[in-house]
């Protein structure tokens, strides 16, 4: 409990802190994750079937694997650590969340400032004429076996705003970057820090703050690490930070 005391003593007497949260913060809402011995990698792999290669060489291929792992996002709900993150936002104590992940929990929890730097499921666009749609409008003519899905504007191609394996990093991810420089404390929430370039984004903060079941490639920069939930322990700290009040 000391542990955490002193952790929530750094986060209230800094000015600057943003949340960086990777796969480990949505398995208690259902999600597995790539990386653990239950995750996905044991079963499919993901650098194939959520390829940019195999979206446009192997389309039929893509939306009976790749697909499936985004469209099963969609009636997931934001647990207890979505929800802290949303709340200690709205008072200030952090000024938002970088996600690396794609199921849109974040926002669904009320966090306002989310940098989704692999994308997001809400929505499509064309590859031909860039407009954007609804997740709905792909998937409801993916079900009908409209493979690839067309756009009702031009007949181009429909594709998910999701950073494939062999896409370019999005606009998010510069300006998380621009954000992050020079945070008093970043707080890593369910991130095993070692996909890159995500990875390069902890060495921006003066303070670090580590929350994940496992070690990570960081621990020993940390300024406190915590091997628990994150539900558990961003409440905890957000209790002992509303008890010692913010600066």
């Known amino acids: 409990m000391e542990k955490i005391k002193e952790a929530a003593r750094l986060l209230v007497a800094s000015h600057k802190v943003y949340a960086l949260t990777g796969a480990g913060i949505s398995t208690e809402s259902g999600i597995p994750d790539f990386r653990s011995d239950s995750g996905v990698y044991t079963t499919m792999d993901p650098m194939e079937s959520l ?5 446009l ?4 291929r893509f939306y ?13 709900e934001p ?9 200690m936002e709205l008072k200030d104590y952090i000024l938002g969340v970088v996600t690396q992940n794609i199921d849109n929990l974040h926002k669904k929890a009320g966090s306002q400032n ?13 590859m031909d004429c860039q407009t954007h749609y609804g997740f709905r409008v792909m998937q409801e003519q993916v079900h009908q076996g409209q493979i690839p899905p067309r756009c009702p504007k031009c007949d181009g191609t429909l594709r998910p705003n999701v950073v494939m394996f062999g896409d370019q990093m999005p606009i998010d991810y510069i300006n998380a970057q621009s954000q992050l420089a020079g945070s008093d404390l970043i707080i890593v929430v369910g991130s095993s820090l070692t996909v890159s370039p995500g990875n390069f984004l902890p060495n921006l903060g003066k303070h670090l703050i580590i929350i994940n079941h496992t070690p990570t490639p960081f621990d020993a920069e940390a300024d406190f690490v915590f091997y628990q939930g ?3 322990t961003l409440s905890y700290l957000m209790e002992v930070a509303e008890a010692l009040g913010k600066d």
């Open 79 to 87: 647990n207890t650590g979505h929800k802290i993150l949303a709340e």
């Open 114 to 126: 989310v940098y989704e730097v692999h994308g997001e499921t809400r929505n499509v666009h064309c």
């Open 57 to 60: 060489n192997e389309p039929k």
């Open 64 to 76: 009976s694997e790749g697909f499936l792992l985004l469209e099963d996002l969609w009636d997931k």
């Open 230 to 232: 994150a539900g558990e």
């Open 51 to 55: 390829s940019i290669n195999v979206l």
